[in-house]
């Protein structure tokens, strides 16, 4: 469609000139409720003390409703009665000085795939802002490393491991006037291993910078924190780093966001040179060309537009203008008068539609070279949101956990998330987002999901690894508190309010290690380290295999596992003996088979005795079991039969097979019979276990594996090398890319067959090789692994029998 063809198709939609006039009174942060909300447009939220707001008495914000939906009278009549506040309203009651100072502040995370460049964009963003004094590199020779990774652990492998939050104020010039902004800012990890850092900063924050490198552009990973972004509906600007490199294309990256992550994107500079001649960008907004100055490129200077950039700068403006008319009713109308919007317009455009998650603006620079970061900062304040710009909900337990809108307002009661745990030198810390009200030292707390009242001795706000205590902090903000016994993903609030907060995705483990402490003396401190690992990382799980005995620790990947047993040596001092890390298989059945079990012992005194029949089969989720009951004329009376639907799902988490977990596994009981004396929740929970491990042979049982995502890159010269390597361990090539002197290859591979993959690949192309894997799905196992597996599994078993 062409662009004069798509303002008209906007403005055919008719009466949305009409419907923006009311609407122009609205905030944003209004617009957004509405847009973030898509239908659910009852936003709602407490009135200070008042409990839930009735259905009929809130506002709908959707552009459309605010004029032809006004609320009836009688609807206004609850409103009155109840004195409820809607959203919109308590927005309204906010002093100008509360609004103020959440319109300055702007919670942010940085993801993006391994190695774009995050820790060092934001060892310069914490340069510029002031709060370090001198930059140090990731990896760097003076071994001091990036602020941000401040575990040995992170500043060795020059990977971040663990999310890191600071703070920083960003004086930007509007319209001539100094305005201050206050950043939170989290510096995620971008190993896949570590995602739940991503995810649960994600969960918390209102908007993000995803970094991309301009050699590589989109990678598995962009992929992957796309995902998050959008599963948490996090607004993002887009960074193109590493423009000092050779082989840098923007246009490449520009074009990938918009064709492969399917966000409309466009870029709002042009590059004044590339490779070793970056020297700056044309900001396509103010159609000025800007440059750093000065050490370490700590001023920011203004010129024109090089003559040579002209007619390039113009095409890429009419590129963005166009792009915005498609996602902005106000840019479209401007086009179909044939008019040109000012940049002004420009810019407001891009806000509106960054914040409502239609587009990403896209920037340029270098990191490393310390280049054109100031003009991202402005940009995170010009484009994100603030907290009041975006709906966040809670769930009413006392309504059945519908949905409540959370305002960040000062005098509201509290409610607030913990999202992440970590211990240090001086106890448990937990990061806290303040969704509502305000967090004071020495207040109590209310747990919503441990229903225990805390106090709160100390609050601090962290810088990487130091912190700085302060009193109080305000709602829309993030702090850390300590002395507070809570699980990451639990809601407090200040008792008033029966809230809780949905919790992040936490994905599947993939690989499990048994471990032991090589010393017997160092078991306190073992069990004392799992414990803290497994509170503050819920992608690590821990359990003891009643068969062996052993204790098995399972996770994301081989390194996620590999820096926890490095993290026991060096943390507490405990050496560990491990086993081999082993895949985490599972097991499934295929096809209906049915039972007809009995139960009947006797050992003395009272028997056990339960009939159980019905059927198994595959359920209609894959990876979820369930159970039915469609027992008539009570043969099982009601009262045993969640003891045989507990049955199975007790026997689904030990399959037959391999004794890994049984995945898309479904029990229909039918029919029964009970004993007067013998039959019990124990004897029916039991029948209904054997009864599904003696079918589930008949039932096609079958060992899954997990499939990885793959992402391989490799300087070109080895591109026949890795096909090789990946042909060999019958990898499934879905995607190859040449991005200037790089091989991208994309693959899918069970995991059991990449085990040792890196030191291959070491060999195979002197070091230069990268890779990174990610879980996709499960899938049925070769039948020649899954009889070797089988019979791995059967002479265990049979060894311990004979021991
Ligand atoms: N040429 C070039 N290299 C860069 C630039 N920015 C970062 N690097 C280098 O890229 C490597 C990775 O940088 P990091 O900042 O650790 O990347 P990251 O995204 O934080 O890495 P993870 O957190 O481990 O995913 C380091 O060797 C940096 O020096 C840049 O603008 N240009």
Redesign the pocket.
């Known amino acids: 469609m062409t662009m004069r063809a798509r303002a008209l198709a906007v403005a055919s939609r008719g009466h949305i000139v009409i419907s923006r006039a009311p609407v122009g009174s609205l905030s944003i942060g209004s617009r957004i409720a509405s847009n973030n909300a898509g239908q659910r447009q009852q936003h709602r939220r407490p009135s200070p003390g008042a409990q839930a707001l009735d259905p009929h008495g809130a506002r709908s914000f959707s552009v459309s409703h605010a004029v032809m939906a006004a609320p009836s009278a009688a609807a206004a009549a609850v409103k009155q009665a109840k004195k409820i506040l809607t959203a919109e309203e308590a927005k309204e009651k906010m002093s100008p000085e509360e609004k103020l100072r959440l319109s300055r502040v702007r919670n942010i995370g940085i993801a ?12 310069r963003v914490l340069f510029y802002t002031g709060r370090i004094k001198a930059i140090h ?4 020779k003076d071994s001091v490393g ?1 602020k941000m ?1 401040s575990m040995d652990l992170e500043r060795e492998k ?3 491991i663990q999310s890191a939050a600071t703070f920083c104020d960003w004086t930007k010039n509007e319209d001539g006037e100094d305005v201050k902004y206050h950043f939170n800012l989290i ?5 896949i291993d570590f995602t739940i850092e991503v995810e649960r900063a994600l969960r918390v924050l209102d908007g993000a910078v995803m ?1 991309l490198c301009a050699v590589s552009g989109v990678q598995s990973q962009t992929i992957t924190v796309h995902r998050q972004m959008k599963r948490y509906d996090v607004p993002r600007i887009s960074f193109i ?5 050779m082989g840098a294309n923007p246009w490449k990256a520009v074009d990938q966001i918009n064709s492969k992550l399917k966000i409309p994107a466009a870029a709002i500079q042009v590059p004044i040179g590339t490779e070793n001649e970056f020297k700056g960008v044309v900001d396509l907004v103010k159609m000025e060309a800007v440059y750093n100055d000065g050490p370490r490129g700590i001023r920011i200077k203004t010129g024109p537009i090089p003559d040579e950039l002209k007619e390039l700068a113009e095409e890429k403006r009419q590129i963005l203008v166009e792009k915005l008319a498609d996602v902005d009713d106000e840019i479209a109308e401007i086009f179909l008068d044939e008019g040109d919007p000012t940049p002004e317009q420009i810019k407001a455009a891009i806000r509106r539609a960054t914040t409502a998650l239609k587009f990403t603006p896209v920037m340029m ?5 310390d280049k054109m970061i100031q003009p991202m900062l402005d940009a995170v304040c010009d484009y994100l949101p603030n907290p009041a710009d975006v709906t966040n909900e809670a769930l009413d337990k006392t309504k059945g956990e519908k949905p409540t809108m959370l305002i960040p307002y000062n005098s509201l009661p509290f409610v607030g998330l913990a999202f992440k745990l970590e211990e240090n030198p001086y106890g448990q810390l937990t990061y806290i987002r303040v969704y509502q009200g305000m967090l004071k030292k020495g207040t109590f707390l209310y747990n919503a999901k441990s229903d225990k009242r805390v106090r709160i001795p100390r609050i601090v706000r962290m810088h990487s690894n130091e912190m700085e205590d302060v009193t109080e902090v305000g709602a829309g903000e993030i702090c850390a508190v300590f002395g507070v016994d809570c699980a990451s993903g639990d809601t407090f609030t200040d008792g008033g309010l029966p809230y809780t907060m949905t919790t992040m995705y936490v994905p599947d483990a993939v690989m499990s290690l048994s471990i032991k402490p090589s010393a017997s003396a160092d078991a306190d401190n073992f069990s004392k380290a799992m414990n803290r690992f497994q509170r503050e990382d819920p992608t690590f799980r821990l359990h003891v295999d009643d068969e062996s005995e052993e204790t098995i620790i399972s996770g994301m990947g081989e390194l996620h596992l590999e820096i926890y047993v490095e993290r026991l040596r060096r943390e507490y001092k405990v050496a560990c003996t491990t086993g081999q890390p082993r895949v985490s298989y599972r097991e499934t059945i295929t096809r209906k088979a049915e039972f007809d079990f009995l139960l009947k012992r006797q050992s003395g005194g009272p028997g056990d005795y339960a009939r159980v029949a019905g059927w198994i089969e595959p359920s209609e989720d894959p990876d979820k079991n369930s159970w039915e009951s469609r027992v008539v004329g009570g043969t099982i009376p009601d009262k045993y039969i969640s003891a045989c639907g507990k049955g199975f799902l007790e026997a689904c988490e030990k399959g037959v097979l391999l004794g890994h977990r049984v995945i898309g596994a479904k029990m229909v009981i039918t029919d029964g019979a009970t004993h007067v004396t013998d039959s019990s929740d124990f004897a029916f929970n039991l029948a209904a276990q054997m009864a599904f491990r003696k079918t589930f042979p008949e039932a096609g049982g079958t060992v899954l594996e997990p499939l990885m995502k793959t992402n391989l890159v490799v300087p070109s010269e080895f591109q026949g090398a890795v096909l090789m390597l990946l042909t060999k361990r019958n990898g499934t090539i879905n995607d190859t890319e040449v991005n200037g002197d790089d091989f991208t290859v994309l693959a899918d591979c069970s995991l059991n067959s990449m085990f040792g993959f890196s030191t291959h690949l070491r060999a195979a192309t002197q070091g230069k090789g990268e890779f990174s894997m990610e879980f996709s799905h499960y899938s049925p196992a070769p039948p020649h692994l899954q009889k070797e597996l089988i019979a791995k599994y059967e002479a265990e078993l049979e060894a311990k029998r004979t021991k």
């Not at 993006?112 to 060892?123: F, L, N, P, Q, W």
């Not at 620079?365 to 070279?369: F, M």
């Open positions: 993006a795939h391994i190695d774009s460049g995050k820790t060092t964009a934001t060892e590199e990731v990896r760097g990036a990774d020059g990977i971040t510096d995620t990890p971008g190993h970094i780093n590493k423009m000092d490199r620079g270098s990191a490393l070279a």
